[in-house]
């Protein structure tokens, strides 16, 4: 009697030696079950050694592709994402009902064979002859195992996973080979674990313990032997055997395995007889895969991760090995986002805005010095229904964002500010900021400078009843246009372009801001994300953090993933830094975003409208978190929000302190709720001295009054509004929005020369 490792079957060496000794009969066997009726059987086995030869002896098996967990920053589940559904698990996790049953039917003599069963091979030759068809293969276990390395290996590609399935004589070659090399280095238990980890039971499911999870609601070591028996009969044909869609043949089909685990005496007679009595009981878990299950409204923020994780390139090299090892899956992702931020998030959302409003809203909170993403959530939700989007309203287009991102309004002026202070500007600067003015010019730039030819583009506050002239105190918490017009004027184009790299503020398209005048007033689409970060460095005292979302990765064997870390620069003086938050808390204090103020807590802001108030904002900070509200058009149609209804409520005219503010408010109040209450360092900011003969400004060349915007296609700024100075304002302005998401565009002439307005 031959001798057997102890893993059962023979040895490496005895199987070559038997496989050698019998390659003709082989060949012409496999010629036949291959190519049922080939005559005589004719191919020339001479040929098949041959190839058997030239086959590599190292079967390269990939790794399983596994489910990927992501989780909050305290370890809740936020979603589970997979390509294939599996989760891999050893053999002393399996039932042995489950052993015996996939052995007992799938390959009966696998203890006793080698890599190839000979006794098999000749039995299903010799039926397929007498039916005249193909009705038995003869695979073994070990063979079956290899062909599903095959198709594991050729993934999602389908040319591939049909060559892997090709019934064809090469490719059994290839198989009994390999399957050679698998019974010497594997042995049967390790074998039986790695095939019942990599087979496919249908719905979905992928290896034993998904299976048991998805039909069973159960881990695979709790399997009931009739239970086992059911999945082991769904291998042979999933579709056909699915317990949930035909429990006639389901049950068929296992009382099949339960029989044939009486006949090898795996079970006993009456054991089997008593299981076959019993009706399939199943408590199905459906599919929960992607982003789309996500819990607590995180859906985009799951997949801003997947976005980052597939553009990064601490993951891979390529977007192709990034994208590789995201579907490999078996990650657990551990993410910055801050369950109760995110329910503050939710819950603000949800009072204010609709779902089925006719605008929408996103939300997004980070952490000053630490650039982590906090919370983000919007109101259309994740997913492809009626009033749900896949569109991330709060990240730019390369993450999943909109086309173009949304105009930001007077939310802009603080980087000029910023810019002009850092660059030496006293913040008590006086600006005549008369009501209504034409862009000066020429106006410098980092390249050619700016011109205004024949005083065609201009720019008007959003009340008459604001005329200068104003300091930058009251020109801030009043958001006057005019001013911050006058300034970037003063200052100059480049000093304030570099303000905004230096802060991350990029356009959401992800093209480079213009060098025109009217971005003092937040003519460029950005995103909400952006804007709160950018803020978040005003709360850092100066220095910007780039925005991160994963704390940590393990792969499927625990071994710890690199993942991208926060990057941190001084972007300006502390002196700017704090001289920015002293202005900015005026805006809350007495200006126009009195109805985002904090009570208790030290909060600054800044509101921002766009004409024809397609566009509202808050962008506010405290000293230990910083958020970025947006309410707008949702959809490819701008929508004008005058006389319109939200949440609920009636608004004649929208204003980034009226709607924006307090969803703002709301959230963060409820994210910091019982947390360390900080103050920010503030300066002295001495009230401006009024001139003799009264504040009124001189008005600059021009007619006044309202001026429509022009539709041009030379990239030069039109006209801009400005924030309203009071809590009910009663004037109007005109601007266009910018980009807008699914795809839609304004003339080029509208969007080159955008303005804002602002409450």
Known sequence: MPKKRSGGGLTGTQQAAKFLGVSVLAGVVLAGIAIPGAGALGLAAKGTVEGFDEIPANLKTPPLSQRTTILDAEGGLIATVYSRDRKVVPLTAISPYMQKAIVAIEDSRFYEHGAIDLKGILRAVNQNAQEGGAAQGA?????????????????????????????????????????????????????????????????????????????????????TLEESALLAGLVQSPSRYDPVNDTEEATKRRNTVLQRMADVKDISQAEADAAMAKPIKLKVTRPKNGCITAVSGAGFFCDYVRAVFLSDPVFGKTKEERAKIW???????????????????????????????????????????????????????????????????SVNKKMGGSNFGFPTGSTFKPFVAAAAIEAGTAPTKVYPSPHDMPYPSPVSTCGSPWVNFNDQDRVENESESEVGPYALKDAMAKSV???????????????????????????????????????ALGTEGMSPLTMANAYATFANRGVYCSPVAIESITDAHGKALRVPRSSCERAMSQRTADTINSLLRGVIDSG???????EGRDSAGKTGTTDSRYNAWFVGYTPNMAGATWVGSGGNKQISMENIYIGGQYYEKVYGGGVPGPIWKDAVNGALAGREVQEFVTVHIPDAVEPPGGSKGKPGKGKGGKHKPRKRDDGKPGNDGGDDPDPDPAGTGTDNGGGLPGGFTLDPGLVAGQTGRDQ
Do not use: W
């Open 139 to 223: 695979s073994t276990l070990t063979q079956q195992y290899v062909k599903n390395v095959f198709v594991e290996e050729a993934g999602d590609d389908p040319t591939k996973v049909a060559e892997a399935q090709q019934k064809s004589l090469g490719r059994k070659v290839r198989e009994l080979k390999y399957s050679i090399q698998v019974e010497e280095e594997l042995g049967k238990k390790k074998i039986l674990e790695n095939y019942l980890n990599i087979t496919f039971f249908g719905q979905q499911a992928y290896g034993i313990e998904s299976a048991a999870q998805r039909y069973f609601s159960k881990p695979a070591r709790d399997l």
């Open 327 to 393: 579907n490999q899956g078996g990650l657990t992702v551990r993410t910055t986002l801050d369950p109760q931020s995110q329910e503050a998030v939710n819950t603000s959302i949800k009072d204010h805005v609709n779902q089925d409003d006719k605008i929408a809203t996103a939300v997004t909170l980070v952490q000053p010095g630490t650039g982590r993403v906090l919370a983000m959530g919007q109101s259309k939700p994740y997913g492809f229904g009626t009033n749900e989007t896949q569109i991330n309203f």
């Open 481 to 519: 246009n005019t001013y911050f017009v006058q300034m970037i004027t003063d200052i100059g184009l480049c000093p304030v372009t570099d303000m905004a790299r230096k802060l991350g503020v990029v356009p959401a398209n992800g093209e480079k801001l213009k060098e025109v005048p009217s971005i």
């Open 592 to 598: 126009t975003g009195k109805e985002a103020g904090l």
